[in-house]
């Protein structure tokens, strides 16, 4: 690890110099060759581009080079085009007016490269204002003469990337690859170690160990994810670029099934399993640790072999890692035989005195989906035979949902070296359908109109149900003491439809698929909307305008943006000309605009600190370099560089680093800029046109359509709880449902499609809650980031625990309808059914408790009068109806719409214990059923393998899938104190939910 941090160091330190070395290429042909100088205008710039440009490897220098020229050269071209009819000298009107307008077109497609935007805006902006002052301008060879700062730039930019020997990310990336593929192959050995512990201390010991080996593992594979995106803009061979591309997929996949076993061990449950079942697997998993740490050593130098000695490695590691395969395959169905078939009784089984109980929960007793602070089952009603089936359901499932994993990585690891899939058995069916986790840039770039062709979620209150209306018979979740506990929470919903369809409709959620010989799969409420049998070209022609629009990022809020980022060039542009008189120097207003803009408002108000500053650092140290040095030229050049090296690796800094930037290519402009008037008052005219250009801009973003960060992550925080949702019903509906074949492999493809639409929505809602928390409180409540962070935590988890239930769902496609497939799911589909209604209708009510705050706090003060009504009594003494229309005029209170009547100690509610308790009851009874009917005939097979692992890591998914809902519910009213401190201190002391609960009992007796 140490070493990992210490090559990162001088990887840094190397791209720094190279930054530098750029500057001083760009400063000795300005000096000594005049031709250069005399093609283009305003030669500074070309210091800030090759300072902007400059990377870690020539692909992100390609990268940044294409970006900046594909935007700025099209917006030079159009103020060719312009001054060809406004012929100079042009007034101050009609030049603010120029760059205004300019400024609009180039910010309104928001997919493009985000450095060509900064470039091309404070370079059109410096075409237009010397239009204004210069009368003799050629308005020909003028604007093509501003490209030529950018070329210079990137050409510098270039080379310093190849001299004094390439910088390449193939290297880069093969590098990386080896120290991922080492860090994985170790953290596989510390959980395998963990699952094969004798005793809680051991376990303990190797738990903590894996901990850390997973995150320094997590950290290398981010850095090769960063690296191998740069793989394409680099020239070379096609098919390495493919290999590297390949086994960083497949190292993603192989951390994701890692991550799976570590939710299995926080689960603290190993040692509750049959010792039998642990004792037989650690010979066969300590092989698969072995083989598995070849593969991956041999995949990560793969290309780096002789094809005949890559051949003969290939079949030599195949061979063994078949045998392994079918070796662990073997053992794992011997070891369930004598564990479960044959005695294999659970360490300290039997019944026990609830006080003992109650101490094994709080060892033990935390969910398996998290990292998150642990859900304690105390419940003081608890029987001995509870406790017993609790802990046998528990060390079952968490061993089967390892174990799964751990056939998965090993499925993971062949595809790495066998590229034909000739190897894989049917239990490893899912690594046949591409890598497991999509790369980063994939993610984000495919967020397209996949889910078109899917249908409009059901309601919470249509959820799948075996009974129409919820699970019924002994399996229904048991209502609160009074009846009405489920009945207000739909009332809840129903209160809240009108605002939640202001979302729904902007996605299409449904993944329920039916058989080809159904009626449609679109409810009849979307077919209202789609478009004729036989359109006309004018409808055809606007179609298909809105849909490249569309996919270029045109869209209202887009166009607002781009009118402020207008506005924010037109007052610097006219301050600026202003306050500084000189042509030479009044441009520097609109280039700070230009080059501050965000994505969006927070990075921005951070960004415009940090240039002011990073200017201020900059102008000083140029004066004071110049004064030492007097002006002599290789004086400047020498000076120039150890503060630009400084400065490009404090660029590093979350905190600082674009203040490093600027100050490195401010002082590269003052140093090398050679002008003949006073440097002092150039750098005292360069730091008053930024601090113009910074207030225009936080002027124009406070007033005109303010937009903060917080509104945005919390649509963002909503859209995605709409798609865990769904997603959880899709999931469920495929095992719950009689579909064919077909159908479900349908639908696993479609689930898996949405999972990854989720995880870039994640890292979407990762960076504005990074924006939101660099934003100006105000007058605004201070920004809850903690408790954003523990949610988009807490989404992330359920996330991966429905990676895993795709993967299940992959798993025994083909074995959906065999026999014991069906007795598995026949008894548990009424139970299934039960426990994803309360996800469902819980995620749901936050959703709606999170849409009612985005949509304005004018509703706040009716909640306050529906509190009160509430507590008179006078809604509960109505009929039916005239609750219901009583409740759709006046909303209730966010934390009423969270409200359980009953919660445990740790404040889960005691409705969803029920629901889990009685789920693992049946799951138990199920499963012992069809181990006794195996016991009865002599020499009858135990349920396959496949079956049972891929089942048991369903149940355990959708387990501690319920756990991290009600941790989400406990997040997000967290949430709402944070965000409504006063009312809801208030809401405490005047309408607790204890006096509530207790007048409603009271108005029913």
Known sequence: MHLTYEKRFWSRAGEALRTGFACLLVG?????????????????????????????????????????????????????????????????????????????????????????????????????????????????????????????????????????????????????AKSAARGTSEVLNSVVSAFSAADASSFGSMYLHSKMLAKASREILATL?????????????????????????????????????????????????????????RSPLEKVVAVSKALLQCGAKMAELDPSERKLHKHRLLDEAKAVQNLFDQAL???????????????????????????????????????????????????????????KFRGRVSSYFFLFNMQLYLSEALNLVDTDHNTATKMHQIAMFGPSMPDLEESIHGRTSAL??????????????????????????????????SGNRRRSAAIFSEDAVVVEDQRL????????????????????????????????????????????????????????????????????????????????????????????QGGSWRISSLRLQGTVLGAIYGYLALRVSKNHSWANLLALIPWVVLSSFVRYSTAYGYSGLVSAFTAAVLILGGFENDIRKYAMDRITETFVGVLSFVFVETVVFPERAVLLVRKELVSSLIGLRDCVAAIVAVYTEQEC?????????????LEQQLRASFVKQSALRAEACLEPDLWFVPFPGEVYSNLIAIEGRMLDLLFFMVCSLHATTEDCLTEQMQKLLEPLRTSL????????????????????????????????????????????????????????????????????????????PLNLKSTMD?????????????????????????ISNSVMLSFGSLTFSLHSLLRETVQLEKAVHELVQAENPWSVLDFWDTYSVTQLWEQHSSVKA
């Open 833 to 908: 059914t039960a426990l994803q209604e309360e996800v469902l209708s819980t995620i749901d009510s936050l959703q709606q408790v999170l849409q009612l705050k985005v949509q304005g706090t004018g509703k706040w003060s009716r909640m306050k009068e529906f509190l009160k009504d509430l507590k008179r009594g006078s809604s509960f003494n109505s009929d039916v109806e005239d609750q219901q229309q009583q409740q759709e005029q006046q909303p209730p209170h966010p934390l009423l719409v969270l409200n359980h009547p009953y919660r445990h100690v740790d404040g889960s």
């Open 225 to 281: 994810k960063t690296k191998q995106i740069n793989l394409t803009w680099e020239p070379g061979s096609k098919r390495t670029r493919s290999s590297l591309k390949r086994t960083t997929k497949i190292l993603s996949g192989l951390n994701q099934h890692l991550t799976g076993m570590e939710m299995a061990m926080e689960s603290g449950h190993f040692l509750q399993a049959p010792a039998t079942l642990r004792t037989l697997l």
């Open 741 to 753: 074949l077909d159908c479900r492999s349908i639908a696993v493809h479609e689930i898996k499609e």
């Open 28 to 176: 000795i042909m300005l000096e000594y060759v005049p031709a250069v100088k005399d093609l283009m205008v305003v030669s500074v710039l070309s210091y800030v581009i090759a300072v902007l440009v400059s990377g870690p490897t020539l692909g992100t220098v390609i990268h940044n080079a294409l970006g900046l020229l594909a935007v700025a050269v099209p917006g030079l071209l159009s103020t060719l085009i312009v001054l060809q009819v406004l012929r100079p000298p042009i007034s101050k009107v009609t030049a603010v007016a120029c760059i205004g307008v300019s400024s609009y077109f180039i910010t309104y497609l928001s997919n493009t490269n985000l450095l060509g935007r900064k470039s091309a805006l404070a370079q059109v902006s410096i075409v237009y204002i010397y239009a204004h002052y210069d009368s003799g301008m050629n308005v020909v060879t003028f604007p093509l003469r501003m490209i030529g700062p950018d070329i210079l730039g990137v050409a510098m930019g270039i080379v310093a990337t190849l001299i004094p020997f390439p910088r390449l990310a193939v290297w880069e990336v093969r590098s990386s």
């Open 509 to 600: 959620v449904s993944l329920k698929r039916q058989c080809s010989h159904r009626h449609g799969v679109l409810p009849s409420k979307l077919k209202k909307g789609t478009a004729p049998v036989n359109p006309s070209a004018v409808s055809r022609f606007f179609s298909k305008a809105h849909e490249i629009l569309h996919k270029c990022g045109a869209s209202r809020a887009q166009a607002r943006r781009s009118f402020k980022i207008a506005l924010s060039m037109v007052m610097a542009a006219t301050f600026g000309n202003l306050i500084v008189s000189q042509e030479a120097h009044s441009f520097w207003a609109t280039v700070t605009v230009g080059f501050i803009i965000g994505n969006y």
């Open 333 to 391: 169905s011997d070891a369930r035989r004598k564990a479960f078939y044959e005695g294999g009784a659970i360490e300290g089984e039997g019944p026990r005195a609830p006080e003992i109980q109650r101490v094994n929960g709080n060892a033990n007793g935390h969910g398996g989906g998290g990292g998150g602070e642990g859900i304690l089952w105390i419940d003081h009603r608890e029987s001995g035979d509870s406790g017993y089936v609790k802990r």
């Open 918 to 942: 009685r789920f693992e009851q049946s799951f138990e009874d199920t499963v012992e059923d069809l181990i006794a009917s195996t016991k009865l005939l002599p020499g009858a097979p135990i």
């Open 452 to 485: 078109e062709s899917m249908g409009l979620s059901r309601a919470v209150g249509q959820a799948p149900s075996s009974n129409g209306g919820g699970a019924g018979g002994e399996e229904a979740p048991s209502p609160s003491p009074d009846g009405k506990e």
